[in-house]
T-cell receptor
Framework: AQTVTQSQPEMSVQEAETVTLSCTYD???????LFWYKQPPSRQMILVIR??????QNATENRFSVNFQKAAKSFSLKISDSQLGDAAMYFC??????????????FGAGTILRVKS | DGGITQSPKYLFRKEGQNVTLSCEQN?????MYWYRQDPGQGLRLIYY?????DFQKGDIAEGYSVSREKKESFPLTVTSAQKNPTAFYLC???WGSGYQETQYFGPGTRLLVL
C-alpha cells in the first residue's frame, strides 16, 4: 500500500522569505500523481499544485513550486515570498493506478505553516 | 457559482442515532468522495462513487453508508455502528476516471457527539 510521510509537523517562516515543506512517499508504481493541498483556518481544502510522475519538469504555480525527485520518492513544496495568507495546514497527497485504486488520494499527516510578520 | 456545498456546517449526534450529511455539486462531475479528518491527521477515504447508482468502500467504511441516486448528490449517513464519529467530514468531486483528474473539496461538516 502507498504511504505518504510529512516529517515536519510545524514550520515557521518570516513574511517575504522562502520556506520548503517536505514530503516523501512509498510506492511500487511508476505512474502516479502527487498533490499539495492547503487547508487554512476555514478548513476548506484548496489545491495548491500537482505533479505528474512521468513529467521530469517540476511544476510551478506563481509563488509555489515543487522539487520532485522520483528516484528518491520525494516531493517538496517551496513557497517563495511568503505572505500572511499562506498560513495554513499543508497536505501532501498521492494518487496511484486508477484501475486498481480508482481516484483515491492518500494523504500525509500535514504540516502547519506559520507566517510571522 | 459552481462548486460543492455541504450541509450542515455543524451536526450533533446523540448516542444510537443515525445522522446524514449532505453533499451537493453543480460542477457536472461524475465522481464524488467522502473523507474523514481527525485532529492532527490527514484525510482518510470513507466511500467514493464514480458514476450514479454505484459506489465503493474506502479505507474506513465501517459504520457509514452512502447513496448516489443523482449525479449531483452524494449523502453520507453516519450510523449508530460508528462508535467514534466525532470528526470533520469533507466531500470532494472530480470529473472521473483518468490520472489527470483533480479532486475539489467542499467546505466540510463538523460532527460532534452529545
Amino acid at each position: 500500500a502507498q504511504t505518504v510521510t510529512q516529517s515536519q509537523p510545524e514550520m515557521s517562516v518570516q513574511e517575504a522569505e522562502t520556506v520548503t515543506l517536505s514530503c516523501t512517499y512509498d510506492t511500487s508504481e511508476s505512474d502516479y500523481y502527487l498533490f499539495w493541498y492547503k487547508q487554512p483556518p476555514s478548513r476548506q481544502m484548496i489545491l495548491v499544485i500537482r505533479q505528474e510522475a512521468y513529467k521530469q519538469q517540476n511544476a510551478t504555480e506563481n509563488r509555489f513550486s515543487v522539487n520532485f525527485q522520483k528516484a528518491a520518492k520525494s516531493f517538496s513544496l517551496k513557497i517563495s515570498d511568503s505572505q500572511l495568507g499562506d498560513a495554513a495546514m499543508y497536505f501532501c497527497a498521492y494518487r496511484g493506478d486508477f484501475a486498481e485504486y480508482g481516484n483515491k488520494l492518500v494523504f500525509g499527516a500535514g504540516t502547519i505553516l506559520r507566517v510571522k510578520s | 457559482d459552481g462548486g460543492i456545498t455541504q450541509s450542515p456546517k455543524y451536526l450533533f449526534r446523540k448516542e444510537g442515532q443515525n445522522v446524514t450529511l449532505s453533499c451537493e455539486q453543480n460542477l457536472n462531475h461524475d465522481a464524488m468522495y467522502w473523507y474523514r479528518q481527525d485532529p492532527g491527521q490527514g484525510l482518510r477515504l470513507i466511500y467514493y462513487s464514480q458514476i450514479v447508482n454505484d459506489f465503493q468502500k474506502g479505507d474506513i467504511a465501517e459504520g457509514y453508508s452512502v447513496s448516489r441516486e443523482k449525479k449531483e448528490s452524494f449523502p453520507l449517513t453516519v450510523t449508530s455502528a460508528q462508535k467514534n464519529p466525532t470528526a470533520f467530514y469533507l466531500c470532494a468531486s472530480s470529473w472521473g476516471s483518468g490520472y489527470q483528474e483533480t479532486q475539489y473539496f467542499g467546505p466540510g461538516t463538523r460532527l460532534l457527539v452529545l
